[in-house]
């Protein structure tokens, strides 16, 4: 009657081994380190910049307690902060201002840990400290962005028909034509139409004479105001690499605003600076003349740069001389995304907006033949992107860069043009900075109100239920590491409110076992068996377990569904915690209490 078949056991056996190992990793704390990475995106890390931080490292005599090597940096750890501070003053001295070098924290979980997956929860900005942005994209100044874009390849277009107009101006998020005729106007309309859908064109007349205006449609604007939302989020991911930051957040909120928590960060200067930093791309031609020349070109990298040119690096190393005069800006790009050309290789397809169309074809079609470099300038620093040879004029705004020698350089190299500025103007309309001493104060505090919370409840049930009450505590204590394990396997983000829901599913969690005890003793004041007891308890509270909490899961649902930032962590530790406390409440107590009476032959007597 009640004993569980061996596979219920294993199972419950199984699920509290996986749950123990991933908690493990909550409980070692972390280790200061530092962390190595390039400035530039698309310079990668390897296991040459790894020997070189381990090399740096041995020769000042500053013993590390590991170094690993991630996809976009170099982390070394160390037994203390005083040694955490000389290795980054080392490290910063000999490998320059090409990367960052930034203070961290840790786990200081075992390898074998690590291994397995097993790693601790993300402590949020409210326990750990940092810096907090709320930041609001300009909207209109977007669509005033493509409006203006608009201009310029309507004028182009035009020009191209050979359609006479008397004007064109931009007033705010429209473009307005004038025409002599309506002959005239009627055909810059099939015209704009043909080329460009998501106009939506109104006729008007005065005396000055006849008007087409140009607006975005509704469905285009909207495309256009998530282009810029979307386009802001990637720009201020790529900026925020530079902080070394463990795990920032960067979020969407609401239709306009972004959310910039930097967990960690303290000095709020130097986050605005990289927040607000700008990276350009210049396009300009390459010295045919000096380039073949060898004893020009190493008079040039000694220092003896031809008249009219400078010098710059590609990312290999090769030196190349490039005229002064600036061609083309990123300015004028309006996209840029990774692809393939017609041989199959990666490549990076950039559009250009009306007027660098223009410029590009000029230039192209007078230095065909020629080679033409493309120059990323960030940082007060240039380098060469890619110097490809021009084999045709290039016209329609559409340039398409090969040389790529991979899918992830092109993705690389068309976030970095697409991503060297924001798409639309961005304001900090809200800025708050946690401090870290109050982080570990909030840490101290949430844990205490747990553990009291547990302490009084586990005092209350074994007085009030004895030996079911112990039972009751050992499910509790094994619902809460449960949750721990879970959230930590799904790499969660614990805050302040989060805490708040662990300790609510701690008192959400007991109401199911003080269910179960108390219809066991109502089963035994109605006489039945010990053994008999014990079955109808079980099987007749799971009817209210089980619609008390599907109840709660559903409002935890809905203030996740319609919630955002700290009510989401509430409600995400809360929705576990309830899936958790059934199991333990009902799986894993039964198991005990089966192990404990399910064996006797003749119970007489059970602890309640």
Known sequence: ???????????????????????????????????????????????????RVE???????????????????????????????????????????????????????????????????????????????????????????????????????????????????????????????????????????????????????????????????????????????????????????????????????????????????????????????????????VDEEAMQDTARVQSATAGQVPFGDEIYYERNGQPVLVKKSVVLTGDYITDAQPGFDNNGQSAVHVNLDGRGARIFKNVTRENVGKRMAILLVEKGKTEVVTAPVIREEIGGGRVQITGMDSVEESKDVALLLRAGALAAPMEIVEERTVGPSLGADNIQKGFNSTLYGFAAIAVFMVIYYQGFGIVSVLALATNMFLLVALLSMLQAT?????????????????????IIAERIREELRNGNSPQAAIAAGYERAWDTILDSNVTTLIAGIALFWLGSGPVRGFAVTLCLGILTSMFSAVSVSRAMVNLTYGRAKRLTKVSI
């Open 55 to 285: 090399t740096v490292l041995a020769q000042a005599g500053i013993a590390a307690q590991g170094v690993s090597m991630s996809e976009r940096s170099i982390k070394a750890r160390f037994a203390n902060t005083d040694t955490q501070l000389k290795a980054k003053d080392a490290l910063q001295a000999v490998l320059g201002n090409g990367y960052t070098v930034a203070l961290n924290l840790l786990p200081a979980s075992p390898e074998w840990l690590s291994r397995l997956g097993a790693l601790p929860m993300y402590l949020g900005l409210d326990l750990r400290g940092g810096v907090h942005f709320l930041m609001q994209v300009d909207m209109p100044k977007a669509l005033e962005k493509a409006a203006e874009r608009y201009q310029g390849d309507i004028r182009t277009l035009l020009r191209e028909k050979k359609v006479r107009y008397g004007g064109i101006d931009r007033q705010g998020e429209a473009v307005t034509l004038r025409f002599s005729d309506a002959a005239t106007r009627d055909e810059a309309r099939q015209a704009i139409e043909a080329t460009y859908p998501d106009l939506l064109l109104a006729d008007s007349e005065t005396a000055e004479g006849l008007w087409l205006t140009a607006t975005l449609k509704e469905t285009a604007k909207k495309q256009t105001q998530e282009y810029a939302l979307q386009q802001n989020l990637t720009t201020l991911r790529n900026r925020v690499n530079e902080l070394g930051v463990a795990e920032p957040v960067i979020q969407q909120q609401g239709v306009d605003r972004v959310v910039v928590q930097l967990p960690g960060v303290q000095d709020t200067a130097k986050a605005k600076e990289i927040l607000g930093r700008t990276a350009t791309l210049e396009v300009r031609m």
């Open 494 to 514: 614990l805050t302040l409110p989060g805490i708040a829901g662990i300790a609510l599913t701690l008192g959400m969690a007991i109401d199911a076992n003080v």
């Open 1 to 51: 009657m009640n004993r569980y078949p061996l596979w219920k056991y294993l199972v419950v056996l199984v699920a509290l081994v996986i749950g123990l190992i991933y908690t493990l990793p909550n409980f070692y704390g972390e280790v200061p380190a530092v962390q190595v990475a390039p400035v530039r995106t698309t310079e990668k890390v390897d296991s040459a910049l790894m020997g």
